[in-house]
């Protein structure tokens, strides 16, 4: 399919997305490029244009990099050479002044930035012309990229894992101007409802249907707000949410396929278990920046040998198609063009799949007590089923481990792909499932359970407070 083009004099946030010197306040992110306000959306295509800008935003340089940073602050992966700002990430001790938190955090405001001009366009009627239909579906599409945006940035600087705290982050409900005031951050319970709100909008609103996976639908919508729900720990309504999404995903094509597991890395976008991944192609467009430089961790190996062991099976095909006898993911399994970005779609990465909600619904599941045991071993089943083990494995693992399995095979599963393991571990550690050190040795206090807030967004905006002992 091919896709439209944002032109420069229509940028809502392409400039500022791959800008390093952009955060002087975090207060201060804008377009650049701007028209005199009002004009820059003024026809169905130039409407299309700007949320492909935001699309694209998902490809930024502070956002797809990082995912190398997150595998490494789990242990999931290990940091070779040449990774910008992996400092500190190895023994969970990063510094305000780092370039990699730095990028990550402007890059995502600068994409809630982006969604909120074009939400305020739209619903001032400036996009003349426009479909009525269409521009709902586009105001729900910003929604949740907005959303999206914000749970990145609440898990990475805020203290997602307790809702009471009043440690959360700055939200962007309106685009900011010249004359917007500098706030300070929200607490989690206020982060917690603002991202719930958009998504159930966008669950309803946001294109029922799409041909590729590089676009998000109304299902998609409903899949990351089964995910807030989780870490929200509100386990009944994650678990019927996932569980709603697992029973219409068939209808509007989406599917777990039994076949080559690591066709769905060569194919991302296109294909039917992916529910969100960046458009890519060819060099320009590359996610895959950083990966390579990384090998898999010791802990990762080991819960992929203990399991294939336990199982009586040779070795578990989801490490192996990940990271082969190589142990290095250049050129190997989820990212196959890690480092020769050729053109085509290989070069991309998948932010969210169908896998997930499986393994959302079983831990939302398995968190409510023995009435739930069932339920979620029947989600854990259809995955370990498709990674090789066989059929009674599931049925062995006793009750009071049920938990922990959800989260040692979720790894096993995401390793590298969306920091996942990191989350699991730290809700797990904050929830008292996990001791601290048990998987990271490093990982001894709760501090480290997030970042600090980057020294630029500090600096800009004298209401923000920082995080607990990285003062």
Not at 34 to 54: C, D, H, M, R, V
Not at 56 to 72: E, L, N, T, Y
Not at 248 to 268: M, P, V
Request: aromatic fraction near 12%; proline fraction near 4%.
């Amino acid at each position: 399919m091919k896709k439209l083009k944002y032109i420069t004099s229509l940028i809502i946030g392409a400039a500022t997305l791959f800008s390093c010197d952009l955060m002087d306040s975090i207060d201060n992110i804008q377009p650049e490029y701007q028209l005199e306000e009002g004009n820059y959306i003024t026809t169905p295509k130039s409407a299309e244009q700007a949320l492909n800008g935001i699309y694209q935003g998902w490809r930024a340089w502070g956002i797809s990099p990082f995912r190398a940073h997150i595998s490494v602050l789990s242990g999931s992966l290990n940091a070779g050479q040449g990774i910008s700002g992996i400092e500190g990430f190895a023994t969970n001790e990063v510094e305000t002044d780092n370039i990699a938190i730095r990028d990550f955090y402007t890059a995502n405001y600068s994409i809630i930035n982006s969604a909120n001009y074009l939400i305020e366009a739209l619903g001032a009627g400036k996009a003349v012309g426009i479909d009525s239909v269409r521009n709902v579906e586009i105001i729900g599409e910003c929604k949740f990229h907005r959303a999206l945006a914000h749970f990145m940035l609440l898990r990475q600087f805020g203290q997602f894992y307790d809702e009471s705290s009043p440690y959360g982050i700055v939200l962007r409900q309106e685009p900011y101007r010249p004359d917007s005031p500098i706030t300070a951050r929200d607490n989690v319970a206020d982060c917690y409802s603002s991202i719930l709100q958009d998504l159930t909008d966008a669950s309803s609103t946001a294109p029922e249907f799409v041909y590729m996976h590089d676009r998000i639908s109304r299902l998609t919508a409903k899949a990351l707000k089964a995910k807030v729900l989780l870490y929200k720990k509100d386990y009944p309504e994650a678990a019927a949410l996932a569980q709603e999404v697992l029973n219409e995903a068939a209808n509007y094509g989406y599917s777990l396929e039994l076949g080559d597991w690591s066709q769905l890395f060569s194919q991302h976008y296109l294909h039917p278990e992916t529910l969100f991944a960046p458009y890519t192609s060819g060099t320009t467009e590359s996610c895959s920046i950083s990966i390579d430089r990384t090998i898999v961790g010791s802990y990762t190996t080991s819960l992929a040998t203990q399991w294939a062991a336990k199982a009586g099976i040779g070795a578990d095909l989801r490490y192996t198609t990940t990271f082969q006898s190589t142990t290095s993911l250049s050129g190997n399994g989820k990212y196959p063009y890690a480092t020769s970005y050729p053109s085509g779609i290989g070069n991309g990465y998948i932010f969210m799949r169908l896998t997930e909600v499986y393994l959302i619904h079983a831990e939302a599941e398995a968190r409510q007590g023995a009435n739930h045991y069932a339920a979620a071993r029947a989600s854990l089943k259809v995955i370990t089923d498709r990674a090789g083990y066989p059929a009674e494995l599931v049925d062995q693992i006793g009750d009071e481990e049920l938990l922990e399995a959800i989260r040692q095979h979720k790894w096993i599963e995401l390793a590298a792909e969306t920091g996942e393991e990191w989350f699991d571990l730290v809700r797990y550690t904050a929830n008292g499932d996990l001791a601290f050190g048990t998987v990271k040795s490093t990982l001894t206090q709760t501090w480290q359970f997030i970042l600090p807030i980057p020294q630029k967004a500090l600096s800009g905006n004298k209401l923000l407070k920082q995080n607990p002992e990285y003062e």
